[in-house]
């Protein structure tokens, strides 16, 4: 079984300052990983994802993230915080194979709070 | 090209009724997945289904169901509600469910029990 740890239910950055957002995971097998966003009152929307072809992954919104197996971690950052980089974290991670259709196992996720 | 429509958006029900959300997934995309969004428990994958059948389930009660049309669109109904089932619940639409793929979500709907 396959799980997720997002360390830091909380972080609070400056303006400007680097964000890092920390995620490990567990898995048997090599997995698929992913990072979301949840702005208030609204869904989730991918900021990136690794799916096994380069380790250093660049999302949106000047975001990216790197995989590195031997830590089995994928740390989400982003060099300058934005006002409007406020929001919630979802780290998730699903698994090849059919017990996997559709179904990502996510982290407890991780509040952004940014100070002007 | 719309997004994934979720309806309704938010309801209030009390104990012991029971509940039909509908979900409209991307144009194209025949899977649809389904999830509960608590503070206490986070995200947890409800099902999926794809082609009107149920292929991917997670580990809640038989009170919770879901169908899929023909036209791709879901709904999920919870049975005999307890307070405890009040939450967001999200769905997902994507080309075809596999692992690699990205979900789509919609805003959800806001289910509060009394």
């Known amino acids: 079984a396959q799980s997720v740890t997002q360390l830091g239910s909380h972080v609070s950055v400056s303006e400007g300052a680097l964000v890092l957002l920390r995620c490990n995971y567990s898995s048997s097998v090599p997995p698929y990983l992913f990072w979301y966003v949840q702005y208030p009152n609204q869904g989730l929307q991918l900021l990136l994802k690794y799916t096994s072809a380069a380790t250093l992954v660049k999302g949106i919104n000047g975001f990216e993230a790197e ?16 006002m409007s980089d406020a929001a919630e974290y979802f780290c998730a991670v699903s698994l090849a194979g059919g017990t996997s259709y559709g179904k990502l196992t996510f ?5 952004l709070t940014v100070h002007p | 090209k719309a997004g994934v429509t979720q309806t309704p958006r938010y309801l209030i029900k009390t104990r012991g009724q029971q509940v039909t959300l509908s979900c409209s997934p991307i144009s194209g995309h025949r899977s649809v997945s389904w999830y509960q969004q608590t503070p206490g428990q986070g995200l947890q994958f409800l099902f999926e289904y794809f ?13 919770f169901s879901g169908r899929q049309f023909s036209n791709s669109r879901s709904e999920m ?3 005999t509600l307890e307070l405890g089932d009040s939450a967001l619940y999200l769905c997902a639409s994507t080309l075809t469910g596999g692992p690699e793929g990205e979900l789509f979500f919609g805003e959800g709907s806001r289910l509060t029990v009394l």
Not at chain 1, 67 to 82: I, N, V
Not at chain 2, 51 to 63: A, H, L, M
């Open chain 1, 67 to 82: 995989f590195k197996k031997s830590e089995t971690s994928f740390h989400l950052t982003k060099p300058s915080a934005h």
């Open chain 1, 107 to 111: 982290g407890q996720g991780t509040i």
């Open chain 2, 77 to 79: 109904n919870v049975s």
């Open chain 2, 51 to 63: 082609s009107e059948t149920q292929r991917n389930k997670g580990n809640f009660p038989g009170r």
